[in-house]
């Protein structure tokens, strides 16, 4: 539910009069749940500016920033950057993400790519079925689309 939709809800439970008061004096609504979604986008949305600056750096495994990365050092670098922090491996970033469905995805999440139960990469979707990334040793960060459906999406909280 939007944020817009539930400010009638919430002026039905405050009252007509509480109402008439907060326009009055052009105060605003504040829902918790709407400004935690808001903070949490607004920390994917610089993260994904952040991956995104870091196009051209070489892949290295093991290797967290600022000048190299591997897939989850690219994610947990860009994040930590943005504000949050996350653990280092691609299964265990999966792991402290609130998994949302590919039809929820947001610009912003995380994107693992799994074989059976177990997650081996990991990227920034970016929109358009596409993410950034640090593919394979050999590679450089770059925005590329997915090319698998054995993904599955993780938002960071």
């Known amino acids: ?44 949305t610089k993260a994904l500016k952040i991956a995104a600056s870091k196009k051209g750096s070489p892949y290295r495994w093991g290797a967290i920033g600022p000048h190299r990365f591997d897939c989850s050092g690219l994610t947990l670098y860009s994040f930590k950057k943005a504000g ?24 912003g999440d995380l994107v693992f790519f799994h074989s059976g139960p177990s997650v081996y990469h990991v990227g920034i979707y970016a929109g358009k079925g596409r993410l950034w990334h640090a593919p394979k040793t050999g590679d450089v960060v770059r925005l590329q689309k997915i090319w698998t459906s054995s993904v599955w999406y993780g938002r960071v909280k």
């Open 1 to 44: 539910m939007s944020a817009l939709n539930r400010v009638p809800s919430l002026m039905a439970r405050a009252g007509t009069a509480s109402a008439l008061t907060l326009a009055a004096v052009g105060g605003s609504v504040v829902v918790p749940s709407v400004a935690s979604e808001a903070a949490a986008a607004s920390h994917a």
């Open 84 to 107: 949050k922090k996350l653990p280092r491996t691609a299964a265990q970033q999966y792991n402290k993400t609130r998994h949302v469905s590919a039809a929820k995805r947001k610009v």
